[in-house]
């Protein structure tokens, strides 16, 4: 059954191009139209290439009947930036997975946009690199995700986040083109449209093939639990860690309820008692690393540490990541619907934040878990509701809207990591002014004079020139 | 597509659980090989959400459904522990019960499975078309045994189960175990004809009526208090869930008698004659039955270990594709999943693989790998050395 | 209301001094003036405003006006143990650096410039002051034109103010000489500051605790010197980083960046070309951000 949205000769020009990789069964649409958040479209058609050549032909094609599209990795944002509004052509590029060539002399690996960022590591392993930007679903997100959004994940503290590790972009642009952005040498000619694709969310095209750096795997790497009986002493020692001018590998945080959940998933001994833990790692050459132990030793005992737990071998190490980056889905343990957060702070506020944070879910009647990269000020809180419970969505926006109100009156931004998409875009006007939004429009517009590519995300409604596809937001989305 | 009406019946819970993170996907053997939404947990739970909110499926819907292999590596890799199987096991019991999803000649199959006597004419029937080179190769059946010798029980201290086609095609398995535990110094009892079928592909297949009579013979084919001890990771899962399949309490105190033969075995290691020098690499298979449902994939490592130097491989568990029936209704995709597998084996540079499951056995086999079962590797070793 | 919407006094003065009408020209330490092409001459010049607004050792960050010179910038970080590892004249000012792009020789290990960058304010072709990334470590709220500014030469904007991310200073930082091949050296080592390689010598700078660094330096039968060699200035090069090889045999003046791919050289080399679809889509960043022209005349990014 072809829904009445998607236009019949659409689709069999799809289906011309790709056979049953263009899809519209009712099912099956329905399966493409959420990403991790809470909010949901529905794609008027699902397309499914297998290269670039695939993307591009799908992107004349919607061009020729003016429709837009939007493409899509894992499916595992948290802001909305894959669910597809306006009824536009979802590119899913999960079947784009090879690993096209790794260049050691470069250190460079081309990849396709569905390679799985942790099986880009994997398959490194015994060439002793990997591919540094590390989001905690790493297992599943893609390369051509991290790339829209610009990934983060703990490991960035040190190493940064995923723009400093792309050297070039093979993108179909919004008229159907096919260019490179960037090159594999130290200073491409011209603006730097590689680091503007990235962490564009796909409003500026489909990224088909990403020239990724490759990072040498440290020698060294010790992993410790710290344990706190009062979070703000935690949140202390993490301010004082780094300015003793030490920057671990990465500096995690987990309040109680967190470290609860997480136990109850992987029993790796977390000290549920503990009214939060700090996970830091240290990598490096010996020396560097040696010394960061003692110092965040030495900070945490200043800091009333409870316990300093050093991972002994890679099993505990791996078990100890296994609970930090299982921390958001192990929430359902609790409730089963959650809002995640994703606002940074500078570290000095970590504490206030945290307890306004706690403050502002009490008086809204929810639950707030917090599990965060402490070392960047990127605070992830994650309100746990029910949302059979009637009344509850509203009160899970008023208490997210007054976090980012917090953060931002604390110096801080909407977005760490997750990137804007449709959940945050809203919001951009606490931090931009109407000016600034209006030349990032122009930017975006350079790319895209059409509003095609994942139309609605980013900027505010109404703030764009080419919003001409309807106003219409899914259920569940701040607006 | 034509809707037809369909109430799933799935616990409104557990569908509520899934919050869609998406981190079973990389664990899902048919999402790996076709990286299809459709194909994944994530997917197949959403789907149940629809087709339980619209109260209609269509044929969409089933074939999605079919296509699962049931392996629950999911349910491992789920931080927020769905219980996936048992939603599954739902889903397709509904689909059974008010649709025409499993064809008459699907049904016929599962119902011989339960019937010794027709599935040793059977199997004898096959083993002589094979020696007259009359089956298609394709098949990649084992070789058949023409005629097997009688197991001969040795005590009452242990049962050990037998069940339907591995009793048929690979006794000499259930040998190697009964001599194991023997030397680890217990006496093995067989259970008779009732037992012919613990009922798990039925269960798969969401025939839950015909697995509830296989599951109740079964139990009344172990009289007494004596361990059960099961030399198939995926009859063991299956009659630990007796209790919750039946929901009675002898049922429950059924499946707590209910050991993988590992689990039963690591308590006895000190008895089992000494190990040898220059242990053979061994790459271990973890059936998905014993390492994502029963848990007890661990004890294979540590009972093999003693004999031979165990390999883990780097797949984290992802599923071989066997699936009992699965391998021979989807063949294709079952191969593509084990092409990963093998992958993963040869990466692991070992000289043979050791699987605790018939089904992972015959199919890993039909791709060419050197497979045996741990405790035939085991027996083998230890007997040498004495 | 945000607190990050206030804009320092000399911000708002430079932006009234770019204003909306006629060519303008951003002066800084003139240290890279050549760099784009000259100037048209007849353009008024405007300076950014020096200052830095605040650093926050515990943040480790910096803002400051980009008319604030390098050396000042690092003087004032260095009282808390800190650095902007530019690694240029000291006379150059953080809006040049920025603007032109080109990192320092540190640049393996500490990445290129415009990854220090966390916010810049900038004022556009229409006088206005528009602010694009964030005062935190970590951040992506909308579009990275930060990205887009560094290395534009003011083509897109005029650079006002940055917040940039600082690093703390090593504690040991050792320079070596010796011979031998530069990309076996590169590849023994972990995570070098720095290997450069003239066709016949290789330098190498090690970085971080002392022991650290003399392990890594036990590795190479190396020569301790004081600083890293001249580079030539004429020239520069961008290459990938395994074509430098290439170099090898060749007989003129050079230092190469291993694992970079920066060549500097003693004659001046024309970049790479564009693809034609770049050219495009820079020329139409031009065309919208700077629609008279106005900003910059003369600098080349994009040839016609």
Known sequence: MVPPSADKPLLDDLQTLLGDRARAEDFELGLYGKDGSVLEGRPAIVCLPINSEEVRCIVNICGDHKRPFIARGSGTGLSGGAVPVGDPVVIATAKMNRIIEVDLDNRIAWVEPGVL?????????????????????????????????????????????????????????????????????????????????????????????????????????????????????????????????????????MDHRAIEVVEAFVNAGYPTEADAVLLVELDGLAGGVENGVEVVRRVAEAHHVGEVRLAADEAERALLWKGRKNAFGA?????????????????????????????????????????????????????????????VLERVHAAGRAIITASIEAGGVLSGEHGIGL???????????????????????????????????????????????GQHVPEGAWV | MKKVAVKLGIDSEDLASCVSCGLCLPHCPTYRVTQEESASPRGRIALMRQAESTGLIDQTFVDFMDACIQCRGCETACPAGVPFGSMMETTREALTQQTSYQSWWRRWGYRVLGCPNILTIGSRALAVLQRLKLLPSKLALPKIPLMQAPLVPSGEDVWLFTGCVMD?????????????????????RFPDKKAACCGALHVHAGLGEEARRLARRTMSAFPGDAPILVDSAGCGAQMKEYGHLLNTSDAHKF???????????????????????????????????????????????????????????????????????YSALYPDTAAAVRERKIESINRAQVHE??????????????????????????????RKDI | MNPQHFIEEPILRFASDVGSVGPVTVVGGQTQW???????????????????????????????????????????????????????????????????????????????????????????????????????????????????????????????EVTLRCLPIPETTLWLRGAGDPFEIYNQL???????????????????????????????????????????????????????????????????????????????????????????????????????????????????
């Open chain 2, 255 to 325: 499946s707590q008698r209910v050991l993988d033969v590992h689990e039963w075995l690591v308590n006895h290691l000190d008895e089992l004659p000494a190990a040898h020098a220059n242990p053979p690499r061994i790459a271990i298979q973890d059936p998905c039955h014993l390492r994502h449902v029963q848990q007890a994939h661990d004890p294979v490592r540590v009972v093999l270990a003693r004999y031979a130097d165990p390999v883990i491989l780097d797949d984290e568990g992802l599923c071989c594709g066997a699936g009992g029936a």
């Open chain 3, 190 to 304: 972990y995570r070098p500051s720095s290997v450069l390689w003239n066709g016949k010598q290789v330098w190498v700078c090690l970085e971080g605790v002392k022991s650290d660094v003399e392990s890594q330096a036990a590795l190479l039968d190396f020569e301790e010197v004081d600083s890293p060699p001249n580079f030539p200035t004429q020239g520069r090069m961008s290459l990938e980083p395994k074509a430098l090889r290439g170099l090898a045999g060749n007989s003129t003046d050079w230092i190469a960046e291993i694992g970079v791919g920066v060549v500097h050289c003693g004659e001046s080399q024309t970049p790479a070309p564009l693809s034609n679809t770049n050219k495009v889509l820079m020329n139409e960043l031009e065309r919208r951000l700077d629609p008279s022209g106005r900003l910059n005349p003369g600098r080349q990014l994009v040839a016609t």
């Open chain 1, 331 to 391: 929430v359902a343990r609790i409730k089963p619907d959650y809002y995640l957060h994703d606002t940074v702070v500078p570290r000095g506020k970590l504490v206030e934040v945290l307890e306004k944070v706690y403050r502002i879910a009490d008086a809204h009647n929810l639950i707030a878990i917090n599990v965060f990269h402490a070392g960047d000020g990127n605070l992830h809180p994650i309100l746990a509701y029910d949302s059979r419970e009637p009344g």
């Open chain 3, 34 to 160: 050549e760099v784009g092409g000259l100037p048209f001459p007849g353009s008024r010049e405007v300076r950014a405003p020096a200052g830095i607004w605040s650093h926050e050792p515990e943040e480790m960050t910096v803002r400051c006006g980009a008319g604030t010179s390098i050396g000042d910038l690092n003087e004032k970080c260095a009282q808390f143990g800190q650095m902007v590892p530019f690694d240029l004249n000291s006379e150059a000012t953080v809006g040049g650096v920025l603007a032109v792009g080109r990192s320092g020789f540190r640049r393996l290990r500490y990445g290129p410039i415009r990854d220090l960058v966390l916010q810049i304010r900038h004022v556009d072709h229409s006088g206005q002051i528009v602010t694009s990334g964030g005062p935190t470590v970590k951040n992506v709220s909308g579009y990275d034109l930060c990205r887009l500014l560094v290395g534009s030469l003011g083509k897109l904007g005029c650079i006002a």
């Open chain 2, 168 to 188: 048929v095609w690979m006794r000499d398995t259930h040998r190697a175990t009964q001599r194991v535990i023997e030397a680890a110094g217990a006496g093995v």
């Open chain 1, 423 to 469: 959940e945050k875009r809203d919001y951009m006007g606490m931090l931009f002014t109407e000016h600034d939004m209006a030349t990032q429009d122009l930017v975006r517009e350079a790319f895209d004079p059409e509003g095609l590519a994942n139309p609605l995300k980013i900027l505010p409604s109404g703030s764009r020139c080419s919003d001409s596809f």
């Open chain 1, 117 to 253: 960022n942790l099986d880009l590591s994997t398959q490194l392993k015994g060439l002793g690199f990997h591919f540094a930007p590390d989001p905690s679903s790493q297992q599943v997100c893609s390369i051509g995700g991290n790339v829209a959004n610009n990934s983060g994940g703990p490991h960035c503290l040190a190493y940064g986040v995923t723009s400093a590790h792309v050297a070039a972009i093979e993108v179909v642009l919004p008229d159907g083109s096919i260019t490179v952005l960037g090159d594999l040498t130290a200073e491409p000619s011209g603006y730097d449209l590689r680091g503007l694709f990235i962490g564009s969310e796909g409003t500026m095209g489909v990224a088909t093939k990403i020239a990724v750096r490759l990072t040498q795997n440290p020698p060294e790497v010790r992993t410790l639990l710290l344990d706190f009986s009062d979070v703000r002493d935690g949140a202390a020692a993490v301010s004082a860690i780094i300015a003793q001018g030490l920057i671990p590998a990465a500096l995690e945080m």
């Open chain 2, 353 to 382: 693989v050791a699987s605790a499951n018939p089904g992972c056995l015959l199919h890993l086999q039909a791709g060419g790998v050197r497979v045996r079962h741990p405790l035939e590797i085991v027996d083998d070793l230890m």
